[in-house]
């Protein structure tokens, strides 16, 4: 079974911090992703990674950054948080070259929380 | 760009009923189509997809029908359990967005013992 961890599963942080967001997949998959899932607005791509040390910018960008120095793990980091940062983050891998192709496998999701 | 919306946002059903979750997309030229299950306080899990070249698929206890002349796309489970109790997101490829799948909102599906 594939399996995606994520670092954490509640975060609370306060405004301005750096927060970090880790996930972690297990079956060698090329691409991963970070998406934050809102009430009414469904889940929205942040930022994608289809191999080691690239990105993609999602739909949604702004106020966030990712890392992948390892296949298996990708970071999402949010420079400056703030209070409209407050949502769930996801983290999904697949397998293949055409991403858009191939099936998403999510991690538990990670709820923060900005003060 | 590419819109996926789904018909209704709740749907109630009695235990042991079939249940029907419908999806339509604006792309003709969507090639794969998912449907994930997310339960309360859990990442969406994958159930089932299909792609362009075939119009009905099956499961356990699902099947996926696709629809491409009217860009349709439902999700059928028969015999609902009280464990089906989610919300159901389908999920279609960007075509011309590489990368990205299209999430729609979900219809949440409530299970009536």
């Known amino acids: 079974d594939v399996k995606v961890t994520q670092s954490s599963r509640y975060l609370v942080k306060r405004t301005g911090e750096k927060v970090f967001l880790e996930c972690v997949q297990d079956?060698?998959?090329?691409?991963m992703f970070w998406y934050r899932q809102d009430p009414g607005l469904g889940l929205r791509l942040i930022y994608f990674?289809?191999?080691?040390?690239?990105?993609e910018k999602g739909d949604i960008p702004e106020g966030y950054s990712v890392s992948r120095e390892k296949k298996e793990r990708f970071s999402l980091i949010l420079e400056s948080a703030s209070t409209n940062q407050t949502s769930m983050y996801l983290c999904?891998?697949?397998?293949?070259?055409?991403?858009?192709?191939?099936?998403?496998?999510f991690g538990p999701g990670t709820r923060l929380l900005v003060l | 760009g590419e819109s996926v919306g789904l018909h209704l946002p709740t749907l109630s059903v009695q235990e042991g009923d079939n249940s029907i979750i419908n999806c339509a997309y604006s792309?003709?030229?969507?090639?794969?189509f998912i449907w994930y299950k997310q339960e309360s306080g859990k990442g969406p899990q994958f159930i089932i997809d299909?792609?362009?070249?075939?119009d009905k698929r099956q499961g356990q206890r699902v099947t996926v029908l696709l629809n491409k002349t009217v860009k349709h796309l439902s999700l059928q489970i028969a015999a609902t359990q009280p464990g089906d109790s989610a919300v159901y997101f389908c999920?279609?490829?960007?075509?011309?967005?590489?990368?990205?799948?299209?999430f729609g909102q979900g219809t949440t599906l409530q299970v009536k013992p």
């Open positions: 999904a891998s697949s397998f293949g070259l055409l991403a858009s192709q191939e099936t998403q496998y």
């Open positions: 079956m060698d998959h090329e691409n």
């Open positions: 990674s289809y191999d080691v040390k690239m990105k």
């Open positions: 792309n003709s030229a969507s090639d794969y």
């Open positions: 299909i792609r362009s070249n075939m």
């Open positions: 999920a279609v490829d960007g075509s011309g967005n590489t990368g990205k799948l299209i």
